[in-house]
C-alpha cells in the first residue's frame, strides 16, 4: 500500500478531527445555532441540550458528574482557571504551590505570574525518567501549601506521573490537587475519584475533537473546590466562566471524549505496538541513540529519542515529508535545547539532536515504516558528515560527552521559514 505524503507523526501537537465527531458538530452551526444561553425559545433549548450532552460525555469519561464540568477556550484557559483560581480563592490559608520543571508553559507561566503577585513556588525536579515521585511532593509541602499542580502525562517525553499516589498525599494533607490531563487524557485511563484529583484541564484538539475548546473539572464535594473567577460576564457555566459558548466546539469535545474512552483501549495497544516497532527498528540500524523519557511508564503514542552527532533540525529538514517536533526551538540568538530534556538531565548535545514521534489514531503500519526507513537513511547521511562521529565510531565508546555545542548560526533560511519564524 502507497503511503500518501507528507506523513503526520506530530498528534501531540494537535490531532485531525475525527470525521464522527465532525458530523456531530455540523448541526449546531447551520441548523441548531442557538445561544445556549437563551432560556425562552427552542433555539437556546435545542443549543442547550447539545451542551449538557455533551458534558455528560466528558463526566463520564472522568469519572465526574456533569455538574463538575466547566467547559473553556482549551486546555490553556483551564490551567490558568484551575492555578489563579485556586491561588486566590484559598490565599488566606496559604500562599505555597508545588509544581515541578518539566510542566506545560500554561502551567509554568502562571505559576511564574503567581509568583510575580506574592505566592512561593517549588519547582520539583524531575529524575532522569522525568518522574516526580509522591514523596518529593511529600517532602515539599509546608503547612503554607494550598495547591499542588503536577501533569498526568508529559506532552515532549510522554512520562506518566503517579497521579493517583499523589492525589491520596493531596487529600491526606488537605490541599487541593490539579492536574493537567491534556495529553492523559483518552489515552491511558482517569478516574478523577480513584485518584483523588481536585482539578484538571484538558482540551478538544489533542482528542481529535476540534481546537479551541476543552473543560476544567472543578470537584464538588469532598471537598468542594471554589476557584476565583478568571472571565467576568454574563455568568455562564455557573458563575464559574463567563462568555457564549462554542456550542459546535463543545458538542465536538464531547463527542471526541466519548469516542476517545471508548476505544482508549485497543487504541493504546495498537499505537504502543507501533510506536514499540518503530523504536526497536531506529535502535537496530543506529548506534548512539538514547530514547528520552520513561521506558514503560510512558504514553504509548509517543516515542522522543536524540540521535548523536546529527542536529535534529537539520534533521527534519532531511525528512520534510515526515512532520515531527525536535528538540530546540530556535529563538532569535540562540538555539535552545528543550527545557524538558534539560530538566531531566540529557546533555544539550543530545538534546538538539532528539526527535519527538507521536503517534495517533490515522496513523498505519505502512507511514512507520516509511518513517523508520527515512529517518535512518537520513541519520546516517548526516553523520557522513560529522568528524566527532567518526571519531567516536574508531574508539567504540560513546562519546557524547566530547560533542560541541551547536551554534544557530549557519542555519539556512529553508529552516527558519519551515519553523514558522
Ligand atoms: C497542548 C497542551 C496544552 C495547551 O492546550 P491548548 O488547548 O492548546 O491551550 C496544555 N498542556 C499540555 C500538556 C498540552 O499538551
Not at 116 to 128: A, F, N, Q, S, V
Not at 222 to 246: C, D, F, K, W, Y
Not at 327 to 355: M, N, Q, R, W, Y
Request: proline share 4%; with cysteine.
Amino acid at each position: 500500500m502507497a503511503v500518501n505524503l507528507p506523513i503526520y507523526l506530530d498528534n501531540n501537537a494537535t490531532t485531525r478531527t475525527d470525521p464522527r465527531v465532525l458530523e456531530a458538530m455540523l448541526p449546531y452551526f447551520c441548523e441548531d445555532f442557538g445561544n445556549a444561553a437563551s432560556r425562552n425559545h427552542p433555539f437556546g433549548w435545542r443549543a442547550e441540550a447539545a451542551v449538557e450532552k455533551a458534558r455528560e460525555q466528558v463526566a463520564l469519561a472522568l469519572g465526574a458528574s456533569a455538574k463538575e464540568i466547566v467547559f473553556t477556550s482549551g486546555a490553556t484557559e483551564s490551567d490558568n482557571l484551575a492555578i489563579k483560581g485556586a491561588a486566590e480563592m484559598y490565599k488566606d490559608k496559604g500562599r505555597h504551590i508545588i509544581t515541578c520543571a518539566t510542566e506545560h508553559k500554561a502551567v509554568l507561566d502562571t505559576c511564574k505570574y503567581l509568583e510575580e503577585t506574592g505566592y512561593t513556588m517549588t519547582y520539583l525536579k524531575p529524575d532522569r525518567f522525568g518522574v516526580v515521585s509522591a514523596e518529593q511532593v511529600a517532602q515539599a509541602i509546608t503547612d503554607q501549601t494550598i495547591l499542588i499542580t503536577l501533569m498526568a502525562a508529559n506532552n515532549e517525553i510522554g512520562t506518566i506521573h503517579p497521579i493517583a499516589q499523589i492525589g491520596q498525599l493531596a487529600k491526606a494533607r488537605g490541599i487541593i490537587f490539579h492536574t493537567d490531563a491534556t495529553q492523559a487524557f483518552c489515552k491511558i485511563p482517569l478516574n478523577v475519584e480513584q485518584m483523588g484529583i481536585d482539578l484538571l484541564s484538558l482540551s478538544g484538539h489533542k482528542i481529535y475533537g476540534p481546537k479551541g475548546v476543552g473543560a476544567l473539572y472543578v470537584r464538588r464535594r469532598s471537598p468542594r473546590v471554589r476557584l476565583a473567577i478568571q472571565m467576568h460576564g454574563g455568568g455562564h457555566e455557573n458563575g464559574r466562566r463567563s462568555g457564549t459558548l462554542n456550542v459546535p466546539g463543545v458538542v465536538g469535545l464531547g463527542a471526541a471524549a466519548q469516542i476517545g474512552s471508548a476505544e482508549m483501549d485497543a487504541e493504546g495497544r495498537r499505537l504502543g505496538q507501533l510506536r514499540d516497532y518503530l523504536q526497536r527498528a531506529l535502535e537496530k540500524e543506529l548506534d548512539h541513540v538514547v530514547v528520552n523519557g520513561h521506558p514503560t511508564s510512558r504514553l504509548p503514542n509517543t516515542l522522543n529519542i536524540s540521535f548523536a552527532y546529527v542536529e535534529g533540525e537539520s534533521l527534519m529538514m532531511k525528512v520534510k515529508d515526515i512532520a515531527v517536533s525536535s528538540g530546540s526551538a530556535c529563538t532569535s540568538a540562540s538555539l535552545e535545547p528543550s527545557f524538558v530534556l534539560k530538566a531531566i538531565g540529557v546533555s544539550d548535545e543530545l538534546a538538539h539532536g532528539s526527535i519527538r514521534f507521536s503517534l495517533g489514531r490515522f496513523t498505519t503500519q505502512e507511514e512507520i515504516d516509511y518513517a523508520a526507513e527515512h529517518v535512518i537513511r537520513a541519520v546516517r547521511q548526516l553523520r557522513e558528515l560529522s568528524p566527532l562521529y567518526e571519531t567516536a565510531r574508531e574508539q567504540g565508546g560513546n562519546g557524547e560527552a566530547n560533542l560541541p555545542p551547536l551554534p544557530c548560526k549557519g542555519r539556512s533560511e529553508e529552516t527558519e521559514r519551515a519553523k514558522g519564524f
